[in-house]
């Protein structure tokens, strides 16, 4: 019988069979028709011939087969070539899929896993997010250093189950994905080759100055949704950093030390009262600040903080202010919605305003204030002539 294929040797074995047995009961009826053989041999002769036949099709499929064991199994999980087995995909744990089109990434994901499977030396790409590994140990990794992506989100990791050294060898690491999880502090040692760094949804309450110590080409770092109280400037040697998240904690005040390169810092959903003066002059590239959901006041705010030419974007929503702050007629976006704002202050955006002089502003909501339509100046058309709608 020609194998060109598993599902075309079984249909055909089958085939076969079945017309042998088809053969077998019409000869015994034509004999039990003619008074050769009883009722009761007939029965006994039909029994015996679908067992037997039965044993030799199982028989017959395993044996045919060219494949080992593993490949056996694999062939169950769905991961038969047409083309035959590649070697990438040979050592592949059988806990996860490791498809020959992808031959450097390796599917663990959403298998109820426990421990980290071993890894393959090829392998660049390992995702084992939405599983139920609770650590991992010293050398886990060891033979995979040449990993560029773990993903392991959506896991219990607990830092007194995971080894200080678990991804020190892997110099290529590029992201590293631990966010829900169960870490209640940053993890040691950390490769400086990584760029995207997440870690919110965890329990982490403080970051030292050591935390992201020789990180120098990490350029996002997510750490949202912590408990996060204290921070001990530990961004300020992270050179690249571009975009910071650290909303939804527990800060009274916003993080001294933030590295000069950063475009974008999100400290919504935080207890913060008040900001630095000079903040922004700090940090010439910011673009895009978000205070939301804190607890700012006017008071909190000293004159001209945010008016600075290179912020695009500046979310005040969900605080205490009364008053619109001065921003620089370069801002694009601002949020200023569910405040105590009582008046509509002109000269907020615009200290003179003509045919050259006017606020870039496109997007204003004032909404959910203590001011209507009526309350904003027909001097407005002039001012902010890009705002296409004023939602108050």
Not at 216 to 232: K, M, R
Not at 279 to 285: A, I
Not at 321 to 349: G, T
Request: proline share 4%.
């Amino acid at each position: 019988m020609k194998q060109d294929g598993w599902g075309h040797s079984c249909r055909e074995g089958w085939w076969s069979y079945l017309s042998s047995v088809g053969n077998i009961f019409y000869s015994v009826r034509l004999k039990y028709k003619r008074g050769e053989i009883g009722r009761r041999h007939q029965e006994t002769v039909i029994m015996r011939t679908l067992v037997l036949f039965l044993l030799m099709g199982i028989v017959d499929v395993t044996i045919s087969q060219s494949y080992s064991p593993f490949q056996w199994l694999s062939q169950l999980r769905g991961r038969r070539q047409n083309a035959g087995w590649y070697s990438e995909a040979a050592d592949c744990p059988l806990e996860c899929d490791c498809p020959t089109t992808y031959p450097t990434a390796m599917y663990c994901h959403s298998r109820n896993l426990q421990h980290v499977p071993y890894v393959p030396s090829h392998i660049k790409y390992v995702y084992l997010q939405r599983n139920q590994i609770t650590g991992i140990q010293h050398g886990v990794f060891d033979n995979a250093t040449n990993l560029m992506w773990v993903i392991l989100s959506h896991n219990k990791l607990s830092s007194e189950k995971l080894s200080d050294s678990v991804f020190v060898k892997l110099e290529n690491l590029d992201r590293l994905y631990l966010d829900h999880n169960e870490l209640t502090r940053v993890p040691r040692n950390l490769p400086s080759s990584i760029s995207r760094l997440q870690l919110s949804h965890n329990k982490i309450a403080k970051v030292s100055s050591k935390s992201f110590d020789r990180m120098s080409n990490l350029t996002t770092l997510q750490l949202q949704a912590n408990v996060i109280e204290e921070l001990e400037g530990g961004f300020k040697d992270l050179k690249s950093l571009i975009m910071l998240d650290i909303g939804k904690n527990k800060l009274r005040k916003i993080p001294d030390s933030l590295p000069e390169s950063l475009q974008q810092l999100y400290l919504e959903f935080n207890k913060i009262e008040s900001v630095p003066a000079g903040f922004l002059t700090m940090y010439p590239n910011l673009q895009f600040v978000r205070l939301a959901h804190n607890i700012l006041t006017n008071k909190g705010l000293p004159s001209s903080v945010f008016n600075t030419s290179t912020l695009v974007e500046l979310d005040l929503s969900f605080n205490k202010l009364e008053q619109i702050p001065n921003v620089n007629r370069n801002l694009e976006n601002l949020y200023l919605h569910a405040n105590k704002i009582k008046e509509f202050s002109l000269s907020s955006f615009c200290d003179t305003y003509d045919g050259t002089n006017f606020s870039k502003l496109k997007v204003l909501r004032l909404d959910a204030n203590k001011i209507s339509a009526r309350d904003i100046p027909a001097e407005a058309a002039y001012c902010l002539r890009l705002v296409s709608f004023i939602d108050v």
